[in-house]
């Protein structure tokens, strides 16, 4: 069953409450040096993203006014679907979260910013800045865990409606955007009848508002643009991109938090934690994907999921320069840092929604401490001479 | 209208977005998201004093001598505002609008605009304001008493009485450190050489010491009878305020510039706490040492975002309007006038308001 992770092999409760503290001030403090940091160049970074949208999504609109000719189609089918990512991801979820903040800028900050996605960014921010990230993992607390729709870990009691999961798995991947949008309403205190009908009604009127204009700007007005004979290309055009970017975030995410290694905590748990503790459990419950700069820029950095979960508020194109920061106090105080390659991620996922749609399971092995790979000598070949070797390419 | 109809028209595709978003790409100054302006010139004053001549992207709506503009710069990424007096005269035949800025050296905002900025910088332009400003009708007798860069409004008022012709009785006791410390100097001396209504008695403090509101009976017999502008540091100006409501006659009347916010002086290790002015939900609260100013507002009854409550999601910031606040994670006392801050994790430091 799933208490079959010993209690002694469970990083939280092996480490001292010195060792927490220590931990929390180690990584307090790589935060604080990022933060005396920022400047300009962070500044033309995000702008610079959002410029890049904004010429990708128009430009994209204009070829798929083509849209009848298929070179055109999937030119713009594809720049689309590229520029909604970016827009959800690398900017919208990270302007949301604050990260951004910082620069005081009205026009990029997280009391402004509104998304292309059906989600109001109010709700959101509640939902997921701060249940998601301040109980991260915390079964029972952390709605994340499963979206109450699914069963993604062995503490979560099995119920037989679980059985339906590989079908609602594959429909929330398709759907992703609206599946998310239900989810901020917070369906379980819905159904238990403890959610005031005002705010209910409120919300959903919220959602409405922003299905209808993304409806008809989507499926409406600009293939209508693409008139008569390419009203149907770019519909199909628009309805693909809109697939594409669901199926990409559904599966970033999901591999952020419900891979094998991410450990999920009882409420017991995560009662009364310190600073320092609440800094383990991020550590913990997350995972990150192993990819280059052009797949992290469009996972919006959640590949560096570990990262994110530390410094929910620190623009997310740091992460990358903090994560050997990261690695070194994980391999001081003997902690797993929990990564992988996506494809391996992704099938570990797709493993567990299948297991578990059926009573049962148990945890699965987590990773051990993480170590820093030994330094290898780079070997240069050489070319004997008669002076002696030399580099073939000094 | 017909403009109206067509930008909602356009909304339909750019939503979330506005057709601006799209337009700024082209040249951000089309933008109408907010007003920005460009640098024209700088021209220095005296030693450490600059006049900032912009050029608004769209038209200027106009403005009121003695009245200040809030403008915002950004430095290393970071915007921010502060308020400065606008020294150009209203209509301004080629649309433009000047400010003048002494350097603060502690100061963020005045050292940038004094050697960072160049022609061609973007800034951005935000209300006007102020009602330090020449009543109607115009009195007959004004005396105003100015000290450093509190010469600012009074310029552009006594250019507007000189334009109207209106310059009947007028002294101007100006406090500088040097006569050559004098900003717009020349301009006054040059006025007091034109205008026979217009006595110009300047204080030079480095040799005469501050001026004492003790002298005024001495330097203007006259002054409980005359409309005072009251311009400068804050000490001297409550100096004379007090001065004022002691020995003022019944027609005494007292302007003063007060667009400085009152700031404690945040000094203590620990914090002094201080009130809170929560400005949407008009109620006051007072948080006592190392008291955030979401709790200290919830426990005043005022219904607050919030999240988190340690520092992380970003559901509670408001826009802080005046005073200094204290960063409860890490000591740190800033005051950032529009700055949005973290009720959360601040404290504030002597009286603040908030945008909340």
Not at chain 1, 123 to 132: A, E, F, I, P, R
Not at chain 1, 292 to 320: A, C, I, W
Not at chain 2, 173 to 179: E, F, K, L, N, V
Request: charged share 25%; proline share 7%.
């Amino acid at each position: 069953m799933h208490d079959t992770l010993k209690q002694q092999d469970h990083p939280l409760h092996r480490l001292s409450p010195e060792d927490i503290e220590e931990l929390g001030k180690r990584f307090q403090a790589i935060h604080d040096e990022v933060r005396a940091d920022l400047g300009e160049s962070d500044a033309v970074y995000i702008r610079s993203l959002i410029e890049f949208h904004r010429r990708l999504a128009a430009l994209s609109r204009i070829v798929l006014m083509a849209s009848r000719y298929p070179p055109a189609w999937v030119l713009g089918t594809t720049g689309l679907g590229v520029a909604k990512i970016l827009e959800n991801m690398e900017i919208g979820h990270n302007i949301l979260h604050g990260q951004w903040d910082w620069m005081n800028d009205p026009n990029i900050h997280s009391s402004t910013w509104d998304w292309d996605t059906a989600s109001t960014s109010v709700s959101w921010k509640h939902s997921h800045n701060y249940l998601h990230h301040t109980f991260t993992n915390v079964v029972g607390l952390d709605k994340d865990v499963g979206y109450e729709i699914m069963r993604v870990d062995p503490k979560q009691p099995w119920e037989p409606r679980f059985l339906a999961q590989p079908v609602i798995n594959v429909l929330l991947m398709l759907l992703f955007e609206w599946g998310v949008a239900l989810h901020d309403l917070d369906i379980e205190a819905i159904k238990k009848g403890e959610k005031d009908k005002k705010v209910l009604l409120e919300e959903l009127k919220g959602i409405g508002a922003k299905a209808r204009r993304q409806i008809v700007k989507d499926y409406i007005v600009f293939p209508a643009l693409s008139g008569r004979k390419g009203f149907k290309r770019t519909l199909q055009a628009n309805i693909t991109a809109n697939l594409i970017r669901n199926v990409w975030s559904n599966a970033i995410i999901f591999c952020g938090h419900f891979p094998d290694q991410a450990y999920t905590f009882t409420q017991e748990e995560a009662a009364d934690e310190s600073q320092g503790a609440w800094y383990v459990r991020q550590l913990l419950g997350a995972a990150n994907i192993e990819g280059s700069d052009t797949f992290h820029v469009m996972s919006g950095n959640l590949s560096y999921q570990v990262e994110h979960h530390l410094y929910p508020d620190m623009p997310s194109s740091r992460y990358k320069q903090i994560a050997p920061k990261v690695k070194e106090v994980c391999e001081e105080f003997g902690l797993p840092y929990n990564t992988g390659p996506f494809g391996k991620q992704w099938l570990m996922v797709q493993r567990t929604i299948l297991r578990l749609a059926f009573p049962g399971g148990s945890t699965r092995p987590k990773a051990p401490p993480y170590k820093a790979p030994p330094v290898q000598k780079k070997e240069r070949p050489s070319v004997p001479t008669p002076a002696g070797p030399v580099p073939a390419f000094p | 209208m017909l403009r109206k109809r067509l930008l909602q028209a356009a909304q339909a595709l750019t939503t979330p977005l506005l057709p601006d978003d799209y337009i700024g790409l082209l040249d951000p100054r089309w933008s109408t998201r907010e007003a920005t302006g460009t640098i024209v010139r700088l021209k220095p004053e005296t030693d450490g004093a600059k006049t900032v001549v912009i050029k608004p992207s769209h038209e200027w709506s106009g403005h009121k001598p003695g009245q200040y503009l809030r403008i915002g710069a950004e430095i290393d990424g970071v915007r921010h505002w502060r308020a400065y007096s606008i020294t150009s005269d209203p209509n301004h035949p080629e649309g433009l609008v000047s400010i003048t800025i002494k350097k603060v050296e502690e100061g963020r905002m005045s050292p940038w605009f004094l050697e960072q900025a160049k022609p061609g910088t973007l800034v951005f332009l935000g209300a006007v304001e102020g009602t330090f400003l020449l009543p109607d009708p115009l009195p007959e007798k004004i005396l105003s008493i100015s000290a450093g860069s509190g010469i600012t409004p009074v310029m552009a008022m006594q250019r507007e009485l000189d334009r109207l012709d209106h310059v009947t009785d007028v002294v101007h006791i100006h406090s500088a450190r040097t006569p050559d410390l004098f900003i717009f100097g020349d301009m006054f001396r040059e006025l007091q050489g034109r205008r026979p209504g217009y006595t110009l008695i300047e204080r030079i403090t480095s040799e005469q010491g501050r001026i004492e509101p003790k002298e005024l009976d001495e330097l203007v017999p006259d002054w409980r009878e005359r409309h005072t502008f009251l311009s400068g540091p804050r000490d001297m100006i409550s100096a004379f305020e007090e001065h004022y409501e002691e020995h003022g006659g019944p027609e005494t009347v007292l302007h003063v510039e007060r667009f400085q916010p009152v700031v404690g002086d945040g000094s203590a290790d620990v914090g002094s706490g201080g009130t809170v002015t929560f400005r949407v939900q008009d109620k006051e609260a007072t948080c006592e040492v190392g008291v955030s100013i979401l709790v200290g507002g919830e426990e005043a009854g005022a219904l607050l975002p919030y999240g988190c409550r340690m520092g992380i999601c970003h559901t509670c910031v408001g826009k802080l309007r005046s005073g200094k606040v204290r960063d409860l994670r890490t000591g740190e006392v800033f005051s950032d006038e529009g700055q949005t801050i973290r009720t959360c994790v601040n404290a504030p430091e002597g009286p603040i308001e908030i945008e909340l």
